[in-house]
């Protein structure tokens, strides 16, 4: 399991009315979400965002709500991995619940700048930035959570 993608980059604490305004939460769309995209605080994201790219983020990524919405918005708008210094709880758990690929790793997130192409093995956790030439160690998911997410998240895998 592999992510290959250009950088879009934001820094601390982006909660979930961030990652996709409440105003439209009264849709089931996945597609609809994603179209909605970090548009609060980067209204370029959906224009610029292409499918394998990946999402770089500082401390607390995810905080507020705990709504599902915002790990399937960023799922659905290409988005093929998070990486970020630490995740809100409740977000992480979301987000590996709908298959959405997220890391830990402070010094990739400290490091890494938008634009950057990055590769994500997430078998061994480690994140190469192409750009520079620096890799990273980020923790790998257990097989467990490797399999969710393989199958495209809790649901899936339990059914297949």
Not at 12 to 18: E, F, I, L, S
Not at 51 to 65: E, H, L, R, T, W
């Given at each position: 399991?592999?992510?290959?993608?250009?950088?879009?980059?934001?820094?601390?604490?982006?909660?979930?009315?961030?990652?996709i305004?409440?105003?439209?939460?009264?849709?089931?769309?996945?597609?609809?979400?994603a179209?909605?995209?970090?548009?609060?605080?980067?209204?370029?994201?959906?224009?610029?965002?292409?499918?394998?790219?990946?999402?770089?983020?500082?401390?607390?990524?995810?905080?507020g709500?705990?709504?599902?919405?915002?790990?399937i918005?960023?799922?659905?708008?290409?988005i093929?991995?998070?990486?970020?210094?630490?995740?809100?709880?409740?977000?992480?758990?979301?987000?590996?619940?709908?298959?959405?690929?997220?890391?830990?790793?402070?010094?990739?997130?400290?490091?890494?700048?938008?634009?950057?192409?990055?590769?994500?093995?997430?078998?061994?956790?480690?994140?190469?930035?192409?750009?520079?030439?620096?890799?990273?160690?980020?923790?790998?998911?257990?097989?467990?959570?490797?399999?969710?997410?393989?199958?495209?998240?809790?649901?899936?895998?339990?059914?297949?």
């Amino acid at each position: 399991m592999n992510a290959h993608g250009t950088v879009h980059k934001y820094g601390d604490n982006v909660d979930t009315d961030v990652i996709i305004p409440a105003r439209y939460l009264n849709t089931a769309s996945h597609a609809e979400l994603a179209a909605h995209c970090m548009e609060d605080i980067d209204r370029s994201f959906v224009s610029k965002v292409k499918p394998g790219d990946i999402m770089v983020a500082q401390k607390n990524f995810g905080c507020g709500s705990s709504r599902e919405h915002a790990p399937i918005a960023i799922k659905a708008s290409g988005i093929s991995c998070v990486i970020a210094a630490t995740f809100a709880r409740i977000f992480y758990r979301n987000a590996i619940n709908i298959g959405l690929p997220i890391l830990e790793c402070e010094a990739a997130a400290a490091e890494i700048q938008n634009g950057d192409e990055v590769e994500v093995d997430f078998t061994t956790g480690v994140i190469t930035d192409v750009t520079t030439g620096k890799t990273y160690q980020a923790q790998p998911f257990p097989p467990f959570i490797q399999n969710i997410i393989q199958k495209g998240g809790l649901l899936n895998s339990l059914t297949k």
